[in-house]
């Protein structure tokens, strides 16, 4: 009783309440040395964060890439955090989370649910990972008459980073809230709403199982999700890797009963810290029971375990072999009975030969048929661009992710494998010869935000890629004869005028494109969403996407940047999500919906 009576008296002098904390000493003991003065390499400046929300630097801290820096922080530490940066305020649906507008729920009873050829199923729309749909419903002359149909918000969201699936009437498609949507295409209105509990990024797959019509997914945590498509009702949700900083960011790909699933991480941030013990994390390809979520294989990129082999600067153990993440969706060769999945670099410098590679994988035991690796010795973590460098690799690579997935096209009675890397060359690889290497093209100069970043688009004949290279030079979009490797056109972002220094003021073209017969729709950083012709590259249309939409359902929504998820058709419209807001981009939350006159 004494103790209390104290605890009371000092509590009555403010001792038991501690000081509000301060952002901006939490910003320069956290987060100045990487975006003061000469940014770090992939790191925004100040300038570009204080032109965000501070929902958006949230979001970066605890679910995204500076998540190891903000490791031990409290939620109040990091709002305060993101208040200094931005100098706003939260908004009130930041706070508190908003409902579902009833005006918006589907009154009416949906169509029997099918999987038809005209759909976007999945990443690629098909097991080869083309981003080629060869029965749109829309015409190439019809492609200038596009109009906007209906516009989604992201209720509290400031960023999409998720690419709908249009798949039996309808759409599916994740948010950064940890939220999938099942809208009617149509119309937009929701059908249901399953609530992932961790941001998704995957474009979702949807398989008939045993009568049952389920949706696939992954989350940034590295879960992967089933779902009922018809319904939402959850199935299964299985955590396929354990390491703090794993997730799964390209789409799963299912196949014959079995759902495989690609595993990335950020540990490549998390070695910003110089007390960071790098690396252990290894990119791995699991093999699912589409039915029950039982794990039938994992097989590593990395094929054997990290292990201590010398210490860095500031005397930290460190580890290796480490990275080979795999960001892309993977590609099934039915005929050859593999699974291709594309790499990303390594972490150390401790040596390995499967990292920037396209390896294939056994799809019935997951065991390591074939690789071949496109660049060597490709040694990064982001401490390469502080000053102390205590978690840089001495031999630093030049951060050449595959970031795209490996296209499975035929051309001449002859296979390959088209596949884009972050070097700026598009690569073609022959998959009856352990993936030697047939061709290779240079379209960009490349780099760490430059080169073919997410995804190239590939039909009968050709090959098209768009080119980021931020800060080096122009964004652009290229076609490729798919035969021969010979480049046959390229058409160069256009100057839209912007000041520049501003928000998703860049030429660079690093979102994922895609091709239907006679026209490439790419979207750009600058916010535009655009039309090429496919023979010649002339622009037929261009829509300015950086503004206020009225939507739907109701939200306030806007557009921004085009990055990373893509475009997709299917029946006769066009969708794409608006407003990647990272790496200079503009931010915004909405998913867009043309076709032909809006009707």
């Known amino acids: 009783m004494l103790c209390r009576s104290i605890l009371i008296a000092l509590c009555a002098f403010s001792v038991c309440f501690a000081a509000p904390p301060d952002g901006a000493a939490l910003y320069k003991s956290r987060c100045a040395i990487c975006h003061e003065g000469q940014p770090q390499l992939h790191m925004p400046s100040h300038e570009d964060l204080a032109s ?5 630097v949230m979001k970066a801290m605890f679910e995204g890439v500076m998540a190891p820096q903000a490791a031990g922080l409290s939620e109040e530490e990091g709002r305060a955090i993101a208040k200094f940066i931005t100098a706003k305020d939260f908004s009130k649906a930041a706070v508190t989370p908003t409902s579902v507008i009833p005006a918006s729920q589907c009154a009416a009873v949906p169509k029997p649910f099918a999987i038809a050829s005209t759909d976007w199923n999945g990443w690629g729309q098909n097991l080869s990972n083309s981003r080629y749909q060869p029965n749109p419903g829309l015409a190439a002359a019809d492609v200038p008459k596009l109009k906007l149909k209906w516009a989604f918000g992201f209720p509290g969201d400031t960023s999409v980073q998720s690419q709908p699936t249009v798949v039996g009437g309808r759409v599916f498609i994740g948010s950064v809230s940890g939220n999938l949507y099942s809208l009617d295409a149509s119309t937009g209105c929701i059908y249901w709403t ?3 509990g961790a941001m998704i990024r995957t474009a979702v797959t949807i398989a008939k199982v045993k009568g049952h019509f389920i949706a696939y997914f992954g989350d940034i945590k590295a879960n992967a999700h089933a779902v009922d498509a018809e319904t939402g009702a959850p199935l299964w949700k299985v955590k396929l890797d354990d390491h703090p900083v794993a997730r799964i960011v390209g789409s799963p790909t299912f196949y014959d009963g079995r759902l495989y699933v690609p595993i990335s991480s950020i540990e490549e941030a998390s070695a910003m810290s110089p007390a960071y ?3 252990k994390f290894r990119g791995s390809i699991a093999s699912l029971d589409g039915e029950t979520g039982r794990l039938i294989w994992k097989s590593f990129t990395v094929l054997d375990p990290a292990k201590p082999f010398k210490t860095s600067s500031t005397g930290t153990q460190l580890y290796g072999p480490a990275g080979a993440a795999v960001w892309s969706s993977p590609t099934v060769d039915a005929k050859r009975k593999l699974v291709y999945a594309a790499t990303g670099d390594s972490y150390t410098n401790a040596d390995f030969n499967t990292s920037d590679a396209i390896l294939a994988f056994d799809l019935e035991t997951g065991k390591l048929v074939w690789s071949t690796q496109a660049t060597a010795k490709d040694n990064f973590t982001m401490a390469c661009g502080q000053s102390g460098k205590a978690n840089c690799p001495e031999d630093k690579g030049p951060d050449f992710d595959f970031g795209t997935s490996p296209a499975l096209r035929s051309i001449g009675g002859k296979d390959l494998l088209v596949v884009g890397q972050k070097s700026g060359v598009l690569w ?7 993936g030697k290497i047939v061709w290779q093209t240079r379209i960009g100069i490349g780099g760490a935000l430059g080169g073919i970043e997410w995804g190239h688009a590939t039909d ?4 098209y890629a768009a080119i980021s290279d931020r800060f080096k030079g122009p ?8 035969k021969t490797g010979e480049k046959l056109w390229t058409k160069m972002t256009p100057d839209t005028g912007c000041k520049r220094g501003t928000p998703g003021c860049q030429t660079a ?6 091709v239907i017969p006679g026209i490439v729709f790419a979207g750009g950083v600058d916010g535009h969403f655009r039309a090429y012709d496919s023979k010649t590259g002339d622009i037929v249309w261009d829509f300015d996407a950086a503004r206020s939409f009225e939507t739907v359902n109701g939200v306030t929504a806007k557009g921004g940047s085009f990055d990373a998820p893509g475009p997709v058709v299917a029946n006769g419209m066009v969708f794409t999500p608006s407003g990647y807001g990272m790496w200079g981009g503009s931010a915004g939350n909405v998913l867009l919906v043309f076709s032909v006159d809006g009707k």
Do not use: H, R, W
């Open 475 to 482: 964004g652009l979009v290229s076609a490729v004869d798919l």
């Open 509 to 514: 073209m690093s979102a994922a494109i895609s």
């Open 52 to 56: 965000k929300t501070p929902e958006v």
């Open 460 to 463: 009968d004949q050709n090959s």
């Open 277 to 279: 013990e790098c690396c």
């Open 194 to 196: 399953y609530k992932a």
């Open 428 to 434: 073609a690889f022959d998959p009856d010869n352990k």
